[in-house]
């Protein structure tokens, strides 16, 4: 298209509506359903926050145990779905994921179904499915036989069982179903986007989903809270923090768990996990040696951002203390990623019913920048 201007990021475009969730990076605001996040996350479960978003409204508290029961019924994975985390045991848990999440339409009739009843039928498969496959995938890779789903426990439960063949202390499986509910949904991200963008095409949920899984990894999007684990590691004492940092900001590389292209003040997800991590490092020593140290070199990373990067407001992103709230509940790094996706269903499912809902292809244009007017001739 020539003369319009390129929005190379597409910051400032607003490319649809949406009833689902709204952030202002002013206010530093995350409101889901019409719910402050601080409101939701460790009030509601996991599985009543997905409803409510499937829905349109938080359903009655006496709900909640037949909405956790139909969910727990979809839990298990059909035995080809298991073969493919099979082969893929050794491959990072997000990717196997993203190829276990492609089959898990096998058992619907019509996966092709994108109207409301078909949509809805998806989600709650996709979302009691991704942390059977996370969980079977951990065991496989240790050589192990995976854990079949229990289903008297909630999501979060059920999936540290699945994970440790034992059940959780109830405040270990509360901080990570606070954790999904304060990650299932934020506007307009890179996989909610990608997730959007093809179900605009009429393709249909799992299509949309397993998309959004590859949009997700990457580590300016989903990626980052493993990598800020292994800086508090490789950082090791709070007073080696300014040196750790500058090197890095010497060398050009940016600080995992800091800034947003939204967010201009400290991200409000940062601060409801900021407590879980507190609460999880409660009287454990190792938890709380590394909260202490998180804590320090949150407070140098935004002084050094500061002074090297005056005015563009990098601040505390949500990833810095989830990678302390999953490591404190007993989940290796390279779990980070596809743990925050089994929170992130919920909230894709619902923007793909929405799009669906909407149908308008979303297809936008770009600016041609190579050469017109060649020949073959002239090769
Ligand atoms: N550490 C160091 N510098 C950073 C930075 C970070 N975490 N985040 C941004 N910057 C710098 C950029 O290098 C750029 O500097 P420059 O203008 O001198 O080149 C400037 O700040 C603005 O960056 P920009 O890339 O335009 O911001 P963005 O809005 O596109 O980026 C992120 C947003 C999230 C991709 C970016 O802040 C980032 O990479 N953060 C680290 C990864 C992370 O935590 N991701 C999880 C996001 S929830």
């Not at 009843?117 to 996370?134: H, I, Q, S, W, Y």
């Not at 270990?172 to 990608?194: E, P, Q």
């Not at 940062?270 to 609460?279: F, G, N």
């Amino acid at each position: 298209m020539a003369g319009a201007a390129v929005a190379t990021g597409l910051e400032g475009v607003v490319a649809t509506s949406t009833k689902l969730s709204m952030v202002d990076g002013q206010a530093g605001e995350l409101v889901i359903g019409g719910y402050p996040i601080g409101e939701l996350a460790g009030k509601v479960s996991f599985e009543e926050a997905a409803t409510m978003l499937w829905r349109g409204a938080l359903p009655a508290k006496e709900d909640a145990p037949a909405i956790q029961k139909e969910l727990a019924s979809y839990r298990a994975l059909r035995p080809e779905t298991l073969e493919i985390i099979k082969t893929a045991r050794n491959a990072p848990p997000i990717d196997a994921l993203r190829m276990a999440c492609a089959t898990l339409s096998l058992d619907v009739s019509n996966p092709n179904d994108i109207s409301p009843a078909g949509d809805l039928a998806l989600a709650k498969r996709l979302t009691a499915r991704f942390p059977t496959v996370v969980a079977a995938h951990a065991r496989l890779r240790q050589g192990h036989d995976p854990i079949p789903p229990r289903s008297d426990l909630n999501l979060a439960a059920n999936f540290l069982y699945m994970v440790f063949g034992e059940e959780p202390h109830p405040a270990v499986a509360k901080a990570l179903d606070t954790y999904w509910v304060t990650v299932m949904d934020h506007g307009m991200n890179a996989s909610t986007f990608t997730a959007r963008v093809i179900a605009s095409t009429r393709s249909d949920m799992v299509s949309a989903v397993t998309g959004a899984v590859g949009a997700l990894k990457g580590p300016l999007h989903g990626g980052a809270p493993g990598p800020v684990l292994d800086m508090l590691v490789d950082i090791k004492s709070a007073e080696k923090a300014e040196a750790w940092l500058s090197k890095e900001l010497d060398a050009g590389r940016r600080i995992m768990g800091f800034g947003h292209r939204v967010y201009k003040v400290r991200d409000p997800r940062a601060e409801v996990l900021a407590r879980t991590a507190e609460e999880m490092a409660g009287a454990d020593l190792q938890n709380r040696k590394l909260y202490d140290l998180a804590r320090s070199v949150e407070k140098t990373a935004l002084r050094l951002l500061e002074q090297r990067k005056p005015g563009r407001n990098l601040k505390t992103n949500v990833e810095f203390y989830t990678a302390l709230v999953l490591q404190s509940v007993g989940l290796q790094p390279d779990q980070f990623v596809a743990m925050f996706a089994c929170g992130r269903v919920a909230g894709w499912c619902a923007h793909v019913t929405e799009q669906h809902a909407q149908d308008r292809l979303i297809r936008p244009q770009s600016e041609y920048t190579g050469p017109r007017g060649l020949t073959v001739g002239k090769r």
